[in-house]
């Protein structure tokens, strides 16, 4: 054969068994070092049976190499490779999983003898082997070495199978117990004096704690000393503060040895982090002085850490002590009043920590990743550990199958859990073990891929069956990270046959209390009516309920949540539409949880209207419409009525679903196309008031309609227009404003004056009287109060009428209440022309007199000190507080009447809109203009949350906690960040008065 065709042949044979690179291989296995194997096919077989047989082809021939330049003899090495598998295959496969352990190696050849031993004992080693294997251990440098010796052990077990990820994960722990020791020793065999002076006791925390380290991670550690033995013990003594000071230098010591990096690598990092108050807190406390901050300072995070603390190194008696004393502040935990408000921030917290770019790649933090995993575990043993002992494993999957066993997790669903923690933890020890780096990302090069999916035991097409494999376990814990904590609930209230445990009423309880529910007793009762039963309707419920009590529970009223929905189901539960609806259209159901958990007003426009539910699971239902197809759509249901009544009634129902998808899509975010977090506030808060100054002005032409058509038929006797003003005609109304008028009329051709003012006056009387009638819709108060001469003065006015009096009699108030009229609805041509009339009066030639700008601030402050409510905190009244909204449209309506005349830009009903205008044309510097739009707007969003929150008007912040937190979170605060929301509303209205005394009152 020629020798082309006899290295085709051995490149394809050198394929088969996994090499990517054959001509590199055939030529490290040509060199002399392998001459005694090349030709063995077991060998071959061997390397191909490695997670990158390149890698271990490699390392194996810079092994040799290494022996042979320090005169040793390989021939050991080489018969280990012609002899027994096991142990043949326990160096290849670490040579073909880890190029940091084939370094050390060639740095340190002799170790590979550290993987012959093949005894039973050495098959699981505890802490009690690794600590003789370090006991002669002399010095830093030597442990580092020692450490990696050992480390070749564990790692030769893992990848050739003989321990699972538990007991490798175990492995690890019991190594780093043994090395912290020895390091520990070392360190007080430096400083004899310092050891003699303290008991030092090292608590393992984190997955050190728990029995279940990585190949690279933090050994998380906090350090208890007391005084040593045989001392006074005074612990506020000068004893007591010598000896931390001792303890303190020991502790650091021994960090350095483990941490630093010298020539012979490193070992890992200690880190002390989760002591009280963290990195700024003292390296080093008594027992009494960590009880102390436990018990008045500590959060619940940090009782969540405890969970795991175990003593590891040091005084044995002292760590215990620690331990003890603390473990009952662990299982306490769960009552705490915060606790809810704690396990929310730290949810939210982990996956915002994630770097975007990193989150597809995210195995331990990101959606279904292994955080999600020992996130529910944890919680779920703080929930429960409290009066069931067996839960209170510090190690996770141990703590999985005990919640199995109690009942408080579907077995189905632990076994599912327990297996994609175990591969999603043998992901990250592979991607760890090649080069000893911490990271929890998978890789990206095809290369790392293809080594880490065959180190899994996938051969045929290892990268595309990892990822298979990962996005499978991923979707699985994303999926049970729900069913978790919601589906034992269903279980124990479903009435349905069983096959394992269901949750006692106690524990159902327990859980709901910590999930958020304030009312659990009543939370169970709405389950079972919801879920119970072998009807379709409870299967689907079953099916929906466990992840919409979630989305409940992440809200600020999850029992609002909860009963809102029952109440939605009971009334369309038997509309075939409702369940497939939230159950194949995933949108609508996080929608229709969000809405229900938000507050007052949309669930109780949904309840009056709930086929509106239908809205939100339309892509485009929650976007708002034209007031043309708005006017459109009232006019005609009112044409169908029966009675003034009738169509008023039909009017409002139009209103009904459309201020529920305002409010809905307020609530979502779902206005346009934009993603929620790339929407400015004040872009939704310019959505939101046009969205429900076009529904209030539909309405109103509604009402009209129905009003004329009552006694006058097609056509009154004379022409009728609507005129809006206040936030009406500036575009800027929330959801619980009045609709601010004026009436204007015009009579038609041979109408006399008083019959047409008189039909003006009936026709303004019944809209007023119709949109009064009782209804439990949110209201719509028109109010005419701005009309001249106010409260006393004709509800209606002709055109003429209006131009006699404001010729003869205007003032400047009026002036400056007519900047925002606009027409809203009757008859277009008439509103033009009172707009035409109006113009001169609300954009003066040659701008205000001295003595009208004067009465502006005399009217201005006597509103602040007479018509503020008493009681009410100025800092914090959104609309006439310090720096709220009568603060900045004061001040950019003065520039209105100033400028108006001569700037058209300024020319709008818009207080935004004219803000803008205003800085534009020089009138107030950009970084003022920005101070009042932002208090503007964010007075303006204080209104519409408390609208949305507590279904009535207000203009302040609730009182009651669980308002005032939905509040927050629809300015965007998380739970817990009340305080920062009122103090970030008073420092920005601060800014925003300081603006005002300046411009509006010329304050210098």
């Given at each position: 054969?020629?020798?082309?065709?006899?290295?085709?042949?051995?490149?394809?044979?050198?394929?088969?068994?996994?090499?990517?690179?054959?001509?590199?291989?055939?030529?490290?296995?040509?060199?002399?070092?392998?001459?005694?194997?090349?030709?063995?096919?077991?060998?071959?077989?061997?390397?191909?049976?490695?997670?990158?047989?390149?890698?271990?082809?490699?390392?194996?021939?810079?092994?040799?190499?290494?022996?042979?330049?320090?005169?040793?003899?390989?021939?050991?090495?080489?018969?280990?490779?012609?002899?027994?598998?096991?142990?043949?295959?326990?160096?290849?496969?670490?040579?073909?999983?880890?190029?940091?352990?084939?370094?050390?190696?060639?740095?340190?050849?002799?170790?590979?003898?550290?993987?012959?031993?093949?005894?039973?004992?050495?098959?699981?080693?505890?802490?009690?082997?690794?600590?003789?294997?370090?006991?002669?251990?002399?010095?830093?440098?030597?442990?580092?070495?020692?450490?990696?010796?050992?480390?070749?052990?564990?790692?030769?077990?893992?990848?050739?199978?003989?321990?699972?990820?538990?007991?490798?994960?175990?492995?690890?722990?019991?190594?780093?117990?043994?090395?912290?020791?020895?390091?520990?020793?070392?360190?007080?065999?430096?400083?004899?004096?310092?050891?003699?002076?303290?008991?030092?006791?090292?608590?393992?925390?984190?997955?050190?704690?728990?029995?279940?380290?990585?190949?690279?991670?933090?050994?998380?550690?906090?350090?208890?000393?007391?005084?040593?033995?045989?001392?006074?013990?005074?612990?506020?003594?000068?004893?007591?503060?010598?000896?931390?000071?001792?303890?303190?230098?020991?502790?650091?010591?021994?960090?350095?040895?483990?941490?630093?990096?010298?020539?012979?690598?490193?070992?890992?990092?200690?880190?002390?982090?989760?002591?009280?108050?963290?990195?700024?807190?003292?390296?080093?406390?008594?027992?009494?002085?960590?009880?102390?901050?436990?018990?008045?300072?500590?959060?619940?995070?940090?009782?969540?850490?405890?969970?795991?603390?175990?003593?590891?190194?040091?005084?044995?008696?002292?760590?215990?002590?620690?331990?003890?004393?603390?473990?009952?502040?662990?299982?306490?935990?769960?009552?705490?009043?915060?606790?809810?408000?704690?396990?929310?921030?730290?949810?939210?917290?982990?996956?915002?920590?994630?770097?975007?770019?990193?989150?597809?790649?995210?195995?331990?933090?990101?959606?279904?990743?292994?955080?999600?995993?020992?996130?529910?575990?944890?919680?779920?043993?703080?929930?429960?550990?409290?009066?069931?002992?067996?839960?209170?494993?510090?190690?996770?999957?141990?703590?999985?199958?005990?919640?199995?066993?109690?009942?408080?997790?579907?077995?189905?669903?632990?076994?599912?859990?327990?297996?994609?923690?175990?591969?999603?933890?043998?992901?990250?020890?592979?991607?760890?073990?090649?080069?000893?780096?911490?990271?929890?990302?998978?890789?990206?090069?095809?290369?790392?891929?293809?080594?880490?999916?065959?180190?899994?035991?996938?051969?045929?097409?290892?990268?595309?069956?990892?990822?298979?494999?990962?996005?499978?376990?991923?979707?699985?814990?994303?999926?049970?990270?729900?069913?978790?904590?919601?589906?034992?609930?269903?279980?124990?209230?479903?009435?349905?046959?069983?096959?394992?445990?269901?949750?006692?009423?106690?524990?159902?309880?327990?859980?709901?209390?910590?999930?958020?529910?304030?009312?659990?007793?009543?939370?169970?009762?709405?389950?079972?009516?919801?879920?119970?039963?072998?009807?379709?309707?409870?299967?689907?419920?079953?099916?929906?309920?466990?992840?919409?009590?979630?989305?409940?529970?992440?809200?600020?009223?999850?029992?609002?949540?909860?009963?809102?929905?029952?109440?939605?189901?009971?009334?369309?539960?038997?509309?075939?539409?409702?369940?497939?609806?939230?159950?194949?259209?995933?949108?609508?159901?996080?929608n229709l949880a969000r809405v229900l958990s938000a507050g007052r007003f949309a669930p109780d426009l949904l309840l009056r209207a709930p086929e509106a539910v239908?809205?939100?699971?339309?892509?485009?239902?929650?976007?708002?419409?034209?007031?043309?197809?708005?006017?459109?759509?009232?006019?005609?249901?009112v044409g169908r009525a029966e009675g003034a009544e009738a169509a008023v009634a039909a009017a409002r129902g139009v209103r009904r679903r459309e201020l529920f998808?305002?409010?809905?899509?307020?609530?979502?975010?779902?206005?346009?196309?934009?993603?929620?977090?790339?929407?400015?506030?004040?872009?939704?808060?310019?959505?939101?008031?046009?969205?429900?100054?076009?529904?209030?002005?539909?309405?109103?032409?509604?009402?009209?309609?129905?009003?004329?058509?009552?006694?006058?038929?097609?056509?009154?006797?004379?022409?009728?227009?609507?005129?809006?003003?206040?936030?009406?005609?500036?575009?800027?109304?929330?959801?619980?404003?009045?609709?601010?008028?004026?009436?204007?009329?015009?009579?038609?051709?041979?109408?006399?004056?008083?019959?047409?003012?008189?039909?003006?006056?009936?026709?303004?009387?019944?809209?007023?009287?119709?949109?009064?009638?009782?209804?439990?819709?949110?209201?719509?108060?028109?109010?005419?109060?701005?009309?001249?001469?106010?409260?006393?003065?004709?509800?209606?006015?002709?055109?003429?009428?209006?131009?006699?009096?404001?010729?003869?009699?205007?003032?400047?108030?009026?002036?400056?209440?007519?900047?925002?009229?606009?027409?809203?609805?009757?008859?277009?041509?008439?509103?033009?022309?009172?707009?035409?009339?109006?113009?001169?009066?609300?954009?003066?030639?040659?701008?205000?007199?001295?003595?009208?700008?004067?009465?502006?601030?005399?009217?201005?402050?006597?509103?602040?000190?007479?018509?503020?409510?008493?009681?009410?905190?100025?800092?914090?009244?959104?609309?006439?507080?310090?720096?709220?909204?009568?603060?900045?449209?004061?001040?950019?309506?003065?520039?209105?009447?100033?400028?108006?005349?001569?700037?058209?830009?300024?020319?709008?009903?818009?207080?935004?809109?004219?803000?803008?205008?205003?800085?534009?044309?020089?009138?107030?510097?950009?970084?003022?203009?920005?101070?009042?739009?932002?208090?503007?707007?964010?007075?303006?969003?204080?209104?519409?949350?408390?609208?949305?929150?507590?279904?009535?008007?207000?203009?302040?912040?609730?009182?009651?906690?669980?308002?005032?937190?939905?509040?927050?979170?629809?300015?965007?605060?998380?739970?817990?960040?009340?305080?920062?929301?009122?103090?970030?509303?008073?420092?920005?209205?601060?800014?925003?008065?300081?603006?005002?005394?300046?411009?509006?009152?010329?304050?210098?």
């Amino acid at each position: 054969m020629a020798p082309e065709g006899r290295r085709g042949t051995r490149y394809g044979r050198l394929l088969r068994h996994g090499f990517t690179d054959p001509e590199a291989a055939a030529r490290l296995l040509d060199s002399p070092s392998l001459a005694p194997v090349r030709d063995d096919a077991l060998f071959l077989d061997a390397l191909g049976a490695t997670a990158d047989p390149d890698l271990a082809l490699f390392g194996l021939v810079r092994l040799i190499e290494a022996l042979e330049a320090l005169d040793k003899d390989a021939q050991p090495l080489l018969d280990t490779l012609l002899g027994a598998k096991p142990l043949r295959d326990r160096l290849l496969g670490v040579l073909g999983a880890s190029d940091a352990l084939a370094d050390h190696l060639a740095g340190h050849p002799h170790d590979w003898e550290a993987l012959v031993t093949y005894e039973s004992a050495d098959l699981h080693p505890g802490v009690a082997e690794f600590e003789a294997a370090l006991q002669d251990v002399d010095g830093p440098d030597a442990l580092r070495v020692a450490y990696r010796r050992a480390l070749l052990s564990i790692a030769a077990r893992d990848v050739c199978g003989t321990s699972d990820v538990a007991q490798t994960a175990a492995e690890l722990a019991d190594l780093a117990t043994a090395t912290l020791r020895r390091a520990l020793t070392i360190a007080e065999t430096e400083a004899p004096e310092d050891a003699a002076a303290c008991r030092l006791a090292v608590v393992a925390m984190g997955k050190a704690g728990g029995h279940e380290l990585n190949y690279v991670s933090d050994v998380d550690v906090i350090f208890v000393a007391e005084p040593a033995a045989g001392s006074s013990g005074a612990e506020s003594g000068d004893e007591s503060e010598q000896a931390l000071k001792a303890a303190t230098r020991i502790a650091a010591r021994m960090m350095r040895i483990c941490s630093d990096t010298t020539a012979e690598g490193t070992i890992w990092p200690v880190d002390a982090n989760l002591r009280p108050e963290g990195r700024n807190g003292p390296l080093v406390r008594t027992l009494s002085s960590h009880l102390a901050y436990y018990q008045r300072w500590a959060k619940t995070w940090e009782f969540q850490a405890l969970l795991k603390a175990r003593p590891m190194a040091g005084d044995a008696q002292l760590g215990y002590e620690y331990v003890d004393a603390v473990t009952p502040l662990v299982w306490q935990a769960a009552e705490r009043d915060n606790f809810v408000t704690d396990v929310q921030q730290m949810r939210r917290r982990v996956v915002a920590s994630i770097p975007a770019a990193q989150l597809d790649r995210e195995l331990k933090l990101g959606p279904g990743g292994l955080r999600d995993v020992e996130f529910a575990v944890q919680l779920l043993q703080l929930v429960h550990g409290r009066s069931d002992t067996s839960l209170r494993s510090p190690t996770t999957l141990e703590a999985l199958d005990a919640l199995a066993a109690g009942g408080y997790v579907g077995r189905q669903d632990a076994a599912a859990l327990d297996a994609a923690y175990r591969f999603l933890r043998t992901m990250e020890h592979r991607i760890q073990l090649h080069q000893l780096r911490r990271t929890h990302l998978m890789p990206e090069a095809e290369a790392d891929q293809r080594r880490l999916g065959r180190s899994l035991g996938y051969r045929s097409e290892p990268v595309t069956e990892l990822h298979k494999a990962w996005r499978r376990h991923a979707s699985a814990v994303r999926r049970l990270h729900e069913k978790l904590f919601y589906r034992p609930l269903l279980d124990a209230v479903a009435q349905l046959e069983a096959g394992h445990e269901r949750l006692s009423p106690r524990a159902a309880r327990q859980r709901l209390e910590a999930l958020g529910y304030a009312d659990p007793a009543s939370a169970l009762r709405h389950l079972e009516a919801l879920a119970s039963g072998v009807t379709r309707k409870a299967a689907i419920q079953r099916t929906l309920l466990p992840v919409l009590l979630g989305w409940f529970a992440d809200s600020a009223d999850p029992d609002a949540g909860l009963l809102g929905f029952r109440k939605v189901s009971d009334a369309l539960g038997k509309s075939p539409w409702y369940l497939r609806l939230l159950r194949d259209e995933g949108a609508a159901a996080e929608n229709l949880a969000r809405v229900l958990s938000a507050g007052r007003f949309a669930p109780d426009l949904l309840l009056r209207a709930p086929e509106a539910v239908a809205l939100l699971g339309d892509e485009h239902g929650l976007r708002p419409r034209s007031r043309t197809a708005l006017t459109q759509e009232t006019l005609a249901a009112v044409g169908r009525a029966e009675g003034a009544e009738a169509a008023v009634a039909a009017a409002r129902g139009v209103r009904r679903r459309e201020l529920f998808r305002t409010a809905a899509g307020d609530l979502i975010g779902a206005y346009g196309t934009e993603d929620i977090a790339q929407q400015e506030p004040g872009e939704a808060l310019d959505r939101v008031g046009d969205a429900l100054t076009d529904i209030n002005a539909a309405t109103l032409a509604g009402a009209l309609r129905a009003a004329v058509r009552q006694q006058w038929g097609d056509e009154l006797p004379t022409r009728f227009a609507v005129i809006g003003v206040g936030r009406f005609g500036g575009h800027e109304m929330g959801y619980g404003s009045d609709a601010d008028v004026l009436f204007v009329h015009e009579p038609r051709e041979g109408v006399s004056e008083h019959e047409a003012g008189k039909a003006a006056f009936a026709v303004a009387t019944e809209m007023r009287r119709l949109l009064q009638l009782p209804t439990s819709d949110p209201p719509l108060l028109i109010d005419a109060d701005l009309r001249p001469e106010g409260k006393s003065g004709a509800l209606a006015r002709s055109l003429a009428s209006y131009a006699a009096y404001y010729e003869r009699w205007s003032v400047v108030w009026e002036s400056q209440a007519l900047l925002r009229a606009e027409f809203v609805a009757g008859d277009a041509g008439l509103g033009e022309r009172f707009i035409e009339l109006i113009d001169p009066l609300r954009y003066p030639t040659g701008g205000l007199s001295d003595d009208a700008e004067r009465e502006i601030r005399r009217l201005k402050a006597r509103m602040e000190s007479e018509r503020l409510p008493r009681g009410a905190d100025p800092t914090t009244h959104a609309k006439l507080g310090r720096g709220g909204l009568t603060d900045v449209e004061w001040t950019v309506q003065l520039m209105q009447l100033r400028h108006g005349a001569e700037l058209p830009a300024l020319r709008t009903t818009r207080t935004r809109a004219a803000l803008v205008a205003a800085r534009q044309a020089g009138l107030i510097g950009e970084d003022d203009a920005d101070v009042l739009d932002e208090a503007w707007v964010l007075a303006s969003r204080v209104r519409n949350a408390a609208m949305l929150v507590r279904g009535r008007p207000g203009d302040t912040f609730p009182s009651e906690s669980r308002e005032l937190a939905a509040v927050g979170r629809y300015l965007g605060y998380e739970p817990g960040h009340v305080g920062e929301m009122l103090d970030d509303y008073r420092r920005v209205t601060r800014r925003a008065r300081a603006v005002v005394d300046r411009l509006f009152y010329d304050a210098e």
